[in-house]
T-cell receptor, first 119, second 113 residues
Framework: GAVVSQHPSRVICKSGTSVKIECRSL??????MFWYRQFPKQSLMLMAT?????????EQGVEKDKFLINHASLTLSTLTVTSAHPEDSSFYIC???????????????FGPGTRLLVL | GESVGLHLPTLSVQEGDNSIINCAYS??????FIWYKQESGKGPQFIID?????DKRQGQRVTVLLNKTVKHLSLQIAATQPGDSAVYFC????????????FGPGTSLSVIP
């Protein structure tokens, strides 16, 4: 149980286009989902936290107008990289938490990641 | 801001030996710590966790030690196997309105057959 999927696994796009990445919790309802970005040989950097049905909370330095997050259902969150540029090329990873903060399991379940390459 | 860091960015061990990966954290408010394993091109995989009210927790071939006095965390892997080769991250949970997990910089473990 507790499987999180991401789609696509890899995407190549031209500079200036927008790319949507989906994150799904397959066998549980995720009230909270997180989006991370990871550059080569670096750690995961938290980009934003989203709760189902509400606006995402972005970390300092993350442009909310560039990285649009939608968490419209309890099993799906999407990250849209708008007007992508080569510097946005990275490994994007989502995670999902079954309960909201303070009420239960602390473990987050991570997706397999999406490799984005912007040409 | 406060962050979790690691002393050793790379570690090479002989197959069968025990591995010890260390981590220092700086946020004294953190009360939950997790170790993750990440293989190349994949998402992090949960290994073991520990709450701040404990100083040791054991799993299958792994043990996590927490020293709150010096804000130090370690992961011990017994009888290291080639399949253990990966990058290991310690992480702390920021117990605010959201259960954010803040990752340390990572240690690359290489197991020599």
């Amino acid at each position: 149980g507790a499987v999180v999927s991401q789609h696509p696994s890899r995407v190549i796009c031209k500079s200036g286009t927008s790319v949507k990445i989906e994150c799904r919790s397959l066998d549980f309802q995720a009230t909270t989902m997180f989006w991370y970005r990871q550059f080569p040989k670096q750690s995961l950097m938290l980009m934003a936290t989203s709760n189902e049905g509400s606006k995402a909370t972005y970390e300092q330095g993350v442009e909310k107008d560039k990285f649009l997050i939608n968490h419209a259902s309890l099993t799906l969150s999407t990250l849209t990289v708008t007007s992508a540029h080569p510097e946005d090329s990275s490994f994007y990873i989502c995670s999902a938490s079954p309960w909201t903060s303070g009420r239960g399991q602390e473990t987050q379940y991570f997706g397999p990641g999406t490799r984005l390459l912007v040409l | 801001g406060e962050s979790v860091g690691l002393h050793l960015p790379t570690l090479s061990v002989q197959e069968g030996d025990n591995s010890i990966i260390n981590c220092a954290y700086s946020n004294s408010a953190s009360d939950y710590f997790i170790w993750y394993k990440q293989e190349s091109g994949k998402g992090p995989q949960f290994i073991i966790d520990i709450r701040s009210n404990m100083d040791k927790r054991q799993g299958q071939r792994v043990t996590v030690l927490l020293n709150k006095t010096v804000k130090h965390l370690s992961l011990q892997i017994a009888a290291t196997q080639p399949g253990d080769s990966a990058v290991y991250f310690c992480a702390e949970a920021i117990r605010t309105s959201y259960d954010k997990v803040i990752f340390g910089p990572g240690t690359s473990l290489s197991v020599i057959p």
